[in-house]
Structures are given as structure tokens and as C-alpha cells.
């Protein structure tokens, strides 16, 4: 199937045929893969980014011992949307996932019929693992077991979702259900146990196949709120408790990097650590404009790092853009090939290993299924800001190589950028849709629907 060249999205095809997984990573076959995923964690939270009143030193190692990017995104500011972009390398609008997040009342979720980098990656071999928190549908054909992977530790949504009441549905939620596999173990846990039980059963996952191939996706619950710490880390900071938690998730990725080299797995295994949006708290985005919910800088740019010894350049800084969807092609890239399934990313693993920067691209960015945003190189364009309220406005156009901060409207000086931008808008648009617009986008598809049973009714054989 030819992948997905809608809106200028370049795509870098890797050529090389599949390698054997019993190759290491550090001679260039498939490495193991572990994707560490914080939950609102702000691109300000590392100590490389200006971050004080606490240290991320286990951060600033895998930094130090890779490369880290500067412009890591997501294409939409909040859990479910990030997520499924993540995993599928589709924009989540494309996926039918572009509203918002999903609740314990959603009765939608991430078709299976969508391919995600675990059912990529086991096709290749590869022992899968989801533990954390997945928030891309509850019911049992939209969670991880049913999305490519093996085993399953974790929470289905957000931690304030546990037996909350929503009065405008009038729906109440149980307690927060603790799966193992398709089992429900607890519920409402101990939350300050989060990180703690995620590190212990991601170091679990990883010794009992340290003799395969594996691809591990630990995606922490904090620090989303509310936020919690275990006992050790509780006043460990000087920030208190919002430095307290991320000190902790500091420490499981220490742990996690500490099990690799006592498995002495640390050459073969690709290491990302990175948040699903931009962060709850104003201070933790670094100087950049807005926070999670919006659209600005501060939103959609997260912490992104990646460790691989030997073929990740170490101590490196890249400029380059990296979204969500670019992580499926480019980990395929580095696991012996693409998969034939089409979706919005780019395969970045030449720049990964060292290469230079990609050709320049389109990257749209959308807030309740609306357009709002557009970066191409270097420039940032706003199309639609919600402060607006529904008023016609001339668009924002920022520099985002000088103004990271989005403060210095340049639309008018730049009328050129501006005019290319809104070509760039419209085609976007046509392909995934606006709803502000009224339209419909011609490349989108459904999202998974549970279908309730009625009572009594037994199911078709038909």
C-alpha cells in the first residue's frame, strides 16, 4: 500500500531488507525498543530546559548518552489524540479521535483495525508489553491486548477518573480499574504506588525476555493530576510535591536504565522518553506560551529524547521537528523496515543515526477537531485561536527559530509565508477535516464503536 503523501508530508524511505533479531542493536540489526511516556509533563521539567526546585539527573544521563530534540510535538494538546498518534503514526483526526479524550462514559476507541506500532513490531517477533496508563478506550476490543500487545498493566484512562460523577450525563464512573491483562486486580489503587508499580512491572517485563526481542511501552499516569508520590520521594524536593513526583519518575527512568546495562541489553535497545502534551502547570513550559489545552508552544512541544549506543549520535541537540507520528516509521526503520500500512509520518532514523536534517514539511495542529495551527521550517501559523470566539481574525504567523515563545506577530511583514501557509490550511483541512469549517476531510476514518447488546438479543451468526 502507498503511504500517506497527503499536504507536503515528505517522507525519508529507509531502503534495507529485514535483518535477523539476533543481531544487537549496536551492530545495527533491530534493537529492543522501550518508549517511557509522562503524562503532562511540561518541555520546561528538565533541567536542560531551565527546570529549578528540583533535578532530573537520570534525564540529563539518557540526554547526555543521546539526542535530544527540541522541537518534539504532538499533534493535538491532550491525552487520547496524542496517544493514538503515537502508536499508529496517524493523525489522531484521521483516526476519528479528534475530540478531546475519551471518558469511563465513551463508548468509541481506537479501532483495531488500525495498525499500532506494538502489532508492527510483533509481526517482526517482537514480545510487546503496555504498562501504565492507555486512555484509548475501555471496552475489551479497544484495549492493548486487542491493539498488538502481549501483556497489560495498568490503568484504561486519567487518574481523576476514578469513580467520578459527570452530572451532565449523569453518569457515575466506578472506582479507576487496575488491569492485569484482561483482568480487573483493584480498584481505585493507591496512587502514590503509580510510578513505583509501572517501574517494577516494566523491569519484570523486560528480564523475562532479555533472550528476545521486545518492545516496551511504559507510559507513566503522572504527573497528570492529581499527582502523587510514594513515600521515599514525598519532601524530596524543593519545588514540593509537583517536584517531588517528577524526582520520582526521574529515578524510574534511572531504574529502567540501570536494568538494561544489568542485562547487559543497553547496546541493543532503543530508548525514547517523551509527554503526551504540554503541561496543567503554567511554570513547566519553559517560557513558551500556553499549556496543555491549547494549541500555543506550550501545548503541543514536549520533552523528546533518544538513547541507542552506538547509532544514536550521544550529546547531540537536534532542531529538526519531531512528531508524534514520525516515531512509528522511524523505530520500524531502525527494526528492519517499513510497514506497508500508510499513515501521516515521516521516517526520521537517518537523522536518528546522525544524518541530516529532513526536508521541510507540514505539521498541522488541531484542538477539538478544529484546525488552529500550521509549522512549516521555521514558521508557526495560527488559523484559528479559541480566545477568538467564533470573530473573524487575520492569522498569527511566529518564527519560531527566534521567537519560540510566540510574541511577535510578523503576519504582516511576511505576507508571502502567510499566503503559502493558508494554501498549506486548506489542503489540510480537505484531507482531515474542520469542524468550525463544516468540513468533512476526505481521508478520514471511523473510530472503533462498542456496540451494546441488548438485552435478550443474541448475537447474529450472519
Known amino acids: 500500500m502507498l503511504r500517506n503523501l497527503s499536504y507536503g508530508l515528505s517522507l525519508c524511505l529507509l531502503a ?13 540489526g533491530p534493537p529492543n525498543v522501550v518508549v517511557i511516556l509522562a503524562d503532562d509533563m511540561g518541555w520546561g521539567d528538565l533541567e536542560s530546559q531551565g527546570a529549578t526546585g528540583f533535578s532530573t539527573p537520570q534525564l540529563m544521563r539518557l540526554a547526555a548518552e543521546g539526542t535530544r530534540f527540541q522541537s ?23 483516526l476519528g479521535l479528534g475530540q478531546r479524550v475519551l471518558f469511563p462514559y465513551s463508548t468509541h476507541g481506537l479501532n483495531p483495525s488500525e495498525e499500532t506500532l506494538a502489532e508492527s513490531l510483533a509481526g517482526r517477533g517482537y514480545k510487546t508489553a503496555c504498562i501504565g496508563k492507555w486512555h484509548l478506550g475501555h471496552f475489551p476490543e479497544f484495549l492493548p491486548l486487542s491493539q498488538g500487545f ?45 510510578t513505583r508499580r509501572c517501574t517494577d512491572a516494566a523491569i519484570d517485563f523486560m528480564k523475562r ?13 503522572m504527573p497528570h493530576r492529581p499527582i502523587h508520590a510514594s513515600e521515599p520521594w514525598v519532601g524530596s524536593s524543593e519545588l514540593g510535591l509537583y517536584g517531588d513526583v517528577l524526582q520520582e519518575l526521574d529515578d524510574s527512568v534511572g531504574r529502567i536504565l540501570d536494568a538494561l546495562a544489568a542485562l ?7 530508548v525514547v522518553f517523551t509527554s503526551d502534551n504540554g503541561p496543567w502547570r503554567r511554570e513547566s513550559t ?41 516515531l512509528k516509521p522511524s523505530v520500524e526503520a531502525l527494526a528492519g523496515g517499513l510497514s506497508d500500512v500508510a499513515n501521516d509520518g515521516r521516517d526520521l532514523s537517518a537523522h536518528l543515526v546522525g544524518g541530516a536534517d529532513p526536508e521541510e514539511h507540514v505539521l498541522a495542529f488541531y484542538k477539538d477537531q478544529r484546525l488552529q495551527a500550521l509549522r512549516r521550517g521555521r ?15 487575520a492569522p498569527l504567523l511566529f518564527d519560531l527559530e527566534v521567537d519560540p515563545e510566540e510574541s511577535n506577530d510578523l503576519a504582516a511583514t511576511e505576507p508571502s509565508v502567510v499566503a503559502r501557509m493558508l494554501e498549506d490550511s486548506a489542503r489540510v483541512r480537505m484531507d482531515l477535516g474542520d469542524v468550525g469549517r463544516g468540513i468533512r476531510g476526505n481521508g478520514i476514518r471511523e473510530a472503533g464503536q462498542h456496540v451494546v447488546q441488548p438485552p435478550g438479543e443474541a448475537a447474529s451468526d450472519s
Open 16 to 28: 534495507g531488507a529485514c535483518q535477523s533479531l539476533t543481531r544487537s542493536g549496536a551492530s545495527g
Open 72 to 94: 518534539g510535538y504532538v499533534p493535538q494538546p491532550v491525552c487520547t489524540p496524542s496517544r493514538a498518534a503515537l502508536l499508529t503514526g496517524c493523525y489522531p483526526m484521521r
Open 150 to 194: 502481549d501483556e497489560y498493566f495498568g490503568i484504561p484512562y486519567s487518574n481523576d477518573m476514578d469513580a467520578h460523577y459527570y452530572s451532565h450525563n449523569d453518569f457515575q464512573a466506578p472506582g479507576l480499574a487496575l488491569y492485569r491483562n484482561e483482568e480487573v486486580i483493584e480498584r481505585s489503587p493507591d496512587q502514590s504506588q503509580f
Open 209 to 221: 525476555h532479555k533472550d528476545e526481542r521486545f518492545f516496551l511501552y511504559l507510559a507513566h499516569p
Open 264 to 270: 547487559e541489553l543497553e547496546k541493543e535497545t532503543l
Open 286 to 326: 519553559g517560557g513558551l506560551r500556553g499549556k496543555k489545552n491549547t494549541t500555543w508552544e506550550g501545548g503541543v512541544r514536549v520533552p523528546l529524547i533518544f538513547r541507542l549506543p552506538g547509532r544514536i549520535p550521544a550529546g547531540r541537540t537536534s532542531q529538526a521537528p519531531f512528531a508524534f507520528m514520525d
Open 379 to 393: 514558521w508557526k501559523l495560527h488559523v484559528h485561536r479559541p480566545e477568538w470566539k467564533g470573530q473573524e481574525h
